[in-house]
């Protein structure tokens, strides 16, 4: 478990140097912020969340661990609850959210299409 890494992951680097190819300024884990988003760009009043699948429970992703079972299935709730309670939050206070999983980063096949898609809403200050 300590190896697991929570900043700076493959899949946030990889965003992150999307965005910054694009001319897209931002800082990172900024902790005066619901949640430290991953991502913040405040010329757009935009965060962005990069959410490993497992971490975060994503539907369709998430297996849970047949060994202590319990203990993961209750981690994985709070972890769940308290993202969506940052996302309130944070749109609470103004901020668009952006949800970026890390499934969508790591297919290739996919990669382009997301990462294109992710800085529309940026710019053009749509939501999903």
């Known amino acids: 478990m300590q190896a697991i890494k929570g900043k700076n992951t493959k899949p946030e680097m990889i965003v992150r140097s999307y965005l910054f190819s694009k001319g897209l300024r931002y800082r990172i884990n900024v902790k005066k912020l619901p949640g430290s988003p991953d991502i913040v760009l405040k010329r757009w009043k935009c965060v962005i969340f990069v959410n490993g699948c497992f971490w975060h429970g994503h539907q369709g992703c998430f ?56 800085y529309l809403e940026i710019v053009s200050g749509k939501t999903e």
């Not at 890390?102 to 294109?116: A, F, G, M, S, T």
Request: hydrophobic content about 35%; aromatic content about 8%; some cysteine.
């Open 63 to 118: 297996i849970l661990p047949k060994s202590n079972s319990e203990f993961w299935k209750n981690k994985i709730e709070r972890n769940i609850n308290r993202d969506r309670d940052n996302i309130i939050l944070l749109e609470n206070m103004g901020w668009r959210v952006i949800v970026v999983w890390e499934c969508e980063i790591r297919k290739k096949e996919r990669r382009k299409e997301r990462l294109d898609e992710i």
